[in-house]
């Protein structure tokens, strides 16, 4: 008897339920619940998912719980990220994973693996005399899912620092506008040490996993803000022409989209540019159960091309992959 099983990831883009939003929350559900249908996933990893707030009551994913109503979704296992006294989730930007089988275990890794990097800026202004730690501001979430055919897999969803260059004291004229080239370009550098500092922490989480089992299941998804040639995406993946270490073969991550023609291979569109920032990674051993790959991303918008507004779009700007496995 074969188990056929899909996995998926997408992240929903500022998922959100506020007042006076545009577009609002049923604009939205409109467009993006025939998108999760779509997808007809067993395991299904989001990002960007904001919590919303019922006066007594802990911050919840309320919009979405809309978003799944009706949906074959809406009776899965759910866990999420957590504030550190795990008493609500986040304002914004959950994880989320939903799963139509057993979650046996769940956690998020912040800092559980690596401390924190200090670091003094060169360009603020005035001058720091002292190096603060620079941390990222999403944990990894993690959950230990079983299938009915007993075996385990373990799914990791991610969501890595943005390109946006952080912000360095008296530099910036707003946002997005800096008052110098080099403040501009320290930003950015500090932005990219977070990202590679998450991609360090999840292959350490991996590594973790392997060492217990060295033929466990695992599945690494998520916005990775990186594309395959970049550090964060090759960090995590950990190839032997990388480490140089034959005996490192099995723990190398396979990227499911490299099933996807080239001219195809997209999750999000940027100046008019196709880019795969968002990965389903899995572990050496699950490539004897994969099937196929898709890429949900006929209708993407470019929200980076002129006056281009999130007020335009109820749909996300990234595509969500899916990956189909089959078990004996």
């Known amino acids: ?29 409109a467009v993006m619940r025939p998108q999760l249908t779509r997808l007809n996933a067993d395991v299904l990893c989001l990002q960007e998912v904001h919590g919303q707030e019922i006066a007594g009551s802990p911050r919840q994913l309320l919009a979405l719980n809309q978003l799944i109503a009706g949906t074959q979704y809406q009776g899965y296992n759910i866990v999420s990220t957590k504030t550190a006294d795990q008493y ?21 890794h912040k800092n559980d693996f690596i401390q924190a990097p200090e670091y003094r800026k060169v360009t ?6 002292e190096a603060s730690k620079v941390t990222w501001e999403r944990p990894v979430l993690s959950a230990e899912i079983k299938l009915p055919n007993e075996r385990i897999i373990h799914v990791l969803n991610v ?37 590679v500092g998450q991609a360090l922490e999840t292959r350490i989480l991996i590594d973790q996993i392997m060492d ?41 991550l396979y990227p499911c989209e490299n099933g996807i023609p080239e001219s195809s291979r997209y ?34 918008h470019d929200e980076s091309i002129a006056f281009a507004t999130d007020k335009l779009f109820p749909e996300s700007d990234h595509a969500p992959i899916v990956a189909e496995f089959s078990f004996k």
């Open 1 to 29: 008897m074969q188990l056929t099983i899909r996995i998926a990831t997408f992240n929903l883009e500022n998922f959100d339920d506020k007042p006076g939003q545009a577009p609002t929350l049923a604009e939205r559900i």
């Open 88 to 108: 609500q989730v986040y304002d914004e930007r959950n994880l989320v994973i939903l799963s139509r089988f057993d979650i046996l275990s769940h956690g998020q």
């Open 124 to 129: 603020a202004i005035p001058v720091e005399t």
């Open 159 to 195: 969501h890595l620092k943005s390109k946006i260059p952080s912000s360095v004291s008296g530099q910036q004229k707003s946002t997005y506008s800096w008052k110098s080239a080099s403040g501009w370009a320290e930003g950015y550098f500090i932005s990219s040490m977070k990202r």
């Open 212 to 252: 217990s089992d060295q033929q466990a299941n695992v599945v690494v998804c998520g916005d990775f803000n990186a594309d395959q040639s970049q550090v964060p995406v090759m960090a995590i993946r950990g190839e032997v022409e990388q480490t140089g270490n034959a005996a490192l073969a099995n723990r190398v």
């Open 267 to 300: 999750s999000l569109f940027h100046k008019g540019k196709g880019e795969m920032i968002d990965h389903l990674l899995i572990s050496r051993n699950m490539l004897e159960f994969y099937k196929k790959t898709e890429i949900h991303n006929e209708l993407l």
